[in-house]
């Protein structure tokens, strides 16, 4: 059953479909603004409510859930579909284009949440957290593996490759070159700023490899079995941009090998993860759930965001961040 904030319908109210379910932190943040939103909740895996809502929707506020062109021609009211978050590869743009229909997203807003997500799986991994956890639950004290103290290091005595060099990768690097850390980066050409590097070159000379893609169809499989044969033995590869952007058989190849120590993982190929996904019963992986974007401090703005383009709808104004113009 769909979830209404109620609303008073006035002719000035904006109809959203959004694809959630909302904790009381965001009813209570959108409570002021229903007296003009019509909001209908939906989780992501409830299908009849999504297709029962879809026609009526002028806005869908759209989290992971893939908007196909099918669901696009259903949507008879549609003016914009608003993406909570930066990638916009979940939603068919070119029949929204053709349709006349805006896709939004927001630049930056998840960077400080995904960034320190980033530096908590590269620490989870580079000290291989998961181990101790659960030796320690097990009874163990001093740890019983004599190579602790010959594999696991610190962040400031690494040189960390940012791949990409968005508002994320830039929060990355303020962080970890806080932490003493070399920083290197690369992108689609040399910026000219110091520490960019060929990917290829970057690869070769970093401890950590953090990646801070789109997926686009030139960075599908940018990691595939070439790439990470290039990487140190000993080096940890962190992604929280998309999962395709790696070859996922050729990591858990390098991870079961030798040929890279660890990786610290918070999308996959196939969301959510597959239970046969081989990455589930490799010891050194630490996966997270597509969840380092996700929290208050996020959410908040996230729908300061959102709203902020139902209200330029409703007044006639023209939108923000709309990628298809």
Known sequence: MALTVASSRKRSSVRVLAHFVPGAKVTEFLAPETDWLDIRYCGEDDD??????????????????PISGHDLEQARRLRLVHKMGA???????????????????????????????????MLAALRRLPALDRATRDGEGWPSDPSLG??????????????????IAKSVETVVAAMGAQVLHTSSRDDGRP???????????????????????????LLDREALARMKHDAVLVNTSRGAVVD???????????GLAAA???????????????????????????VTWYTVD????????????????????????????
């Open 298 to 325: 996020t959410m908040r703005r996230y729908l300061e965001h959102a709203v902020d383009n139902c209200r330029r709808i409703r007044d006639g104004r023209k939108l923000a961040n709309v990628v298809n113009e």
């Open 150 to 167: 010959e594999t696991v290091r610190d962040i400031g005595g690494c040189t960390v490759g940012l791949v990409g060099y968005g508002n």
């Open 195 to 221: 520490g960019w590097r060929s990917l290829p070159d970057l690869l070769a000379a970093s401890d950590i490899v953090s990646l801070h893609l789109p997926l686009t169809e030139k960075t599908a499989g």
């Open 248 to 258: 996922e058989d050729a990591l858990v190849d390098a991870l079961r090998t030798g």
């Open 87 to 121: 990638g916009v590869n979940t939603i068919d743009v070119d029949t929204a284009t053709r349709l006349g229909i805006a896709v939004a997203n927001m630049p930056g807003a998840n960077a400080p949440s995904v960034a320190e997500g980033a530096v908590l799986l």
């Open 264 to 290: 610290g993982l918070d999308v996959f190929a196939v969301e959510p993860i597959p239970a046969d996904n081989a990455l589930l019963s490799l010891d050194n992986v630490v996966l997270t759930p597509h």
């Open 48 to 65: 009849d409510t999504y297709y029962r809502e879809l026609p009526e929707a002028e806005v869908i506020w759209h989290v992971l859930r």
